[in-house]
């Protein structure tokens, strides 16, 4: 921890003054490898994390929470060598930390994934290594004909969304990005190595088993009941494969920047040629992994996405920002990109202008790329076991336009 002395004086320092007393007298303890104190910082930073809305925390508990994390996690790999237990809290650091100990934790974190990796490869040859082959037959074979039934009344009817083959970055731009018509582009990822490597459950569960992700629980975000649970990816390829799946129940790891938290993963896709235009101002790329039937309610976003399907279907229909009056949009700020229509069940006594609204929609195979303008108002339904992987960008503000004037990477 030599190197890290200057920036936990920095710390100690501001956490003084935000009345961090408690945790600033237990560091040195911490450091010094005792198990306790380390338990006891975790448990001040995750109650200082959690005392108030999230952008009010300040940025020094964020930054005590992640040493903490780096702290608990040598203890724990000292006392119990229990790998697993070490990334979840590294990850935890990563997930819900701030920015001064990334670092450490992600070169924390792939010594740890190395140690595994070579406990895994002596098991293998011991013969102890396990494969969840019969409850994977089961997430294969959910039918796509049964995901069918259940898409939104009028499905299938709708204008189909153009579709084209791998366009030159010229004609992208003149026929689909200046004029911000949306476009389906065929064959677009042949060279991603993501394409064949992700169907296989057992290399997802190889390569990012054991690291902890932000799940959504339940219908969608939009519906009661709804919640986020952190786990690993593991624990949630179980779910996504386990046979009691229900609506109430159904995880989907959502909009979530996994290839920043995974750079192995992030070997698999290539950013496309297109996210160049305007400037490219990358805003995020983010996974959406999960099983069929499940739901992104109609919202829009403010920046220009291309939407990459690489394992299984999903059924998207879009709508243009000029029909937005038809749409009905939430009053509150928070929801107000997101549309009170719900697609599975238009209540159309309450929101009768919906049904002027005309859409177009198209179901997306493997390989297939949608470009979403701006604005543009999207509702998105899984019709099998999935994996995407959505790219934001925005203009460079030389050539920004009002249609990027605000920021929602937060979902809704
Ligand atoms: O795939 C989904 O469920 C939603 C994707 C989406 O809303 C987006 O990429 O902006």
Redesign the pocket.
């Known amino acids: 921890m030599g190197d890290l002395r200057p920036i936990i004086d920095e710390l100690l320092e501001a956490l003084r003054k935000q009345g961090g007393f408690g945790y600033v007298a237990l560091t040195a303890l911490a450091e010094s490898g005792d198990r306790t104190a380390a338990g006891e910082i975790y448990e001040m930073a995750w109650e200082q994390l959690h005392s108030g809305p999230w952008s009010e925390v300040h940025s020094a508990w964020r930054d005590a929470f992640s040493l903490a994390c780096l702290l608990l996690s040598n203890c724990i790999e000292r006392d119990e060598g229990d790998l697993e237990q070490c990334l979840k809290y590294l990850d935890m650091g990563l997930i819900m930390g701030g920015l001064v100990f990334r670092a450490h934790l992600e070169s924390a974190i792939s010594r740890a994934q190395k140690a595994r990796e070579d406990d895994e490869e002596d098991d293998s040859q011991t013969g102890n290594g396990g494969t969840g082959d019969e409850s994977e037959q089961n997430y294969r074979n959910r039918s796509f004909a049964e995901s069918l039934k259940k898409l939104p009344s009028g499905s299938l009817s709708q204008a189909r969304i153009r579709a084209t083959c791998l366009p030159s970055l010229e004609t992208f731009a003149r026929e689909f990005f200046l004029p911000g018509e949306p476009v389906v582009i065929k064959r677009a990822m042949l060279d991603w190595p993501a394409l064949t490597k992700w169907k296989n459950l057992e290399y997802l569960r190889r390569i990012a088993g054991s690291r902890t992700v932000p799940v959504e629980i339940g219908e969608h975000y939009l519906a009661p009941g709804w919640k986020q649970e952190l786990m690993t990816i593991g624990d949630l390829i179980n779910r996504c494969t386990s046979s009691e799946l229900s609506s109430t129940n159904r995880p989907?790891l959502?909009?979530h920047s996994l290839f920043d938290q995974i750079p192995e993963l992030r070997k698999d896709i290539i950013v496309p040629d297109y996210c160049a235009l305007g400037g490219g101002d990358m805003k995020s790329v983010?996974a959406?992994f999960?099983p069929a039937n499940?739901?992104?309610p109609l919202?829009h976003?403010p920046h220009h996405?291309l939407?990459a399907q690489v394992v299984g279907q999903?059924y998207v229909r879009l709508y243009s920002p000029a029909h937005s009056s038809h749409l009905y949009p939430f009053a509150e700020s928070m929801l107000m990109n997101s549309s009170q229509v719900d697609l599975d069940g238009p209540d159309l006594l309450n929101f009768p202008e919906f049904e002027k609204a005309s859409g177009m929609e198209y179901i997306l195979e493997e390989g297939d790329m949608l470009y979403?303008p701006p604005k543009w108002w999207?509702y998105?339904?899984?019709l099998s076991p999935?994996f995407?992987v959505?790219f934001?960008w925005a203009v460079t503000s030389s050539v920004s336009s009002d249609t990027e004037s605000y920021d929602a990477d937060d979902r809704p």
């Open positions: 989907y959502a909009q983010n959406w999960g499940t739901v992104t919202h976003d996405n939407f999903k979403i999207h998105v339904k899984s999935s995407s959505s934001w």
